[in-house]
T-cell receptor, first 116, second 113 residues
């Protein structure tokens, strides 16, 4: 079975450019999570969706970040304009949730983003 | 804000030895999960322990939970070089949202052959 698929695996771009990260969750999963991982701050939850609806975006750092989930099999995280401090590894994870966090989350292998 | 805090930050052992990692958290939880992350890869779920459980086993893994001390430990027995990875605890919290997990900063385990 295919796991969570993220693209691209690596992205290097210049400050000010728009960056779009993509995620395909595991088929049948109803929750999708976007995380950011840095050495300084560890793994931070940015936003999560349940049944394609954003439930909690309190972790989104600022208005430059936006996320969408147009259907159950696709989500994007967009940064516009990008800044060097956005450099991090961004993970997407999915799960099939029936209650309060009783199910494991399945992670993709991440997008390593470098903003020059 | 960080809920789980792992201890130690880094651990280096020889193959065959046991590895113990600890996690402390601040608020009440429904469950606590442990994940492993190999270098350059995503996190992989290892084991989940519910708040009404005290101990759980899975293969060479043993997890304990002490809700009175708000702490958990992960024991890997008879470690192998392939166990080299970072290990994270994650808690859900009983307040606020449902599926949210809060991860600690992890313990980096190195198992030397």
């Amino acid at each position: 079975d295919a796991g969570v698929i993220q693209s691209p695996r690596h992205e290097v771009t210049e400050m000010g450019q728009e960056v779009t990260l993509r995620c395909k969750p595991i088929s049948g999963h109803n929750s999708l999570f976007w995380y950011r991982q840095t050495m300084m701050r560890g793994l931070e939850l940015l936003i999560y969706f349940n049944n394609n609806v954003p439930i909690d975006d309190s972790g989104m750092p600022e208005d430059r970040f936006s996320a969408k989930m147009p259907n159950a099999s696709f989500s994007t995280l967009k940064i516009q304009p990008s800044e060097p401090r956005d450099s991090a590894v961004y993970f997407c994870a999915s799960s099939f949730e029936v209650g309060r966090g009783y199910q494991p989350q399945h992670f993709g292998d991440g997008t390593r983003l470098s903003i020059l | 804000s960080q809920q789980g805090e792992e201890d130690p930050q880094a651990l280096s052992i020889q193959e065959g030895e046991n590895a113990t990692m600890n996690c402390s958290y601040k608020t009440s939880i429904n469950n606590l999960q442990w994940y492993r992350q190999n270098s350059g890869r995503g996190l992989v779920h290892l084991i989940l322990i519910r708040s009404n459980e005290r101990e759980k086993h899975s293969g060479r893994l043993r997890v304990t939970l002490d809700t009175s001390k708000k702490s958990s430990s992960l024991l890997i027995t008879a470690s192998r070089a392939a166990d080299t990875a970072s290990y994270f605890c994650a808690t859900d919290g009983t307040q606020g949202g449902s599926e949210k997990l809060v991860f600690g900063k992890g313990t980096k385990l190195t198992v030397n052959p």
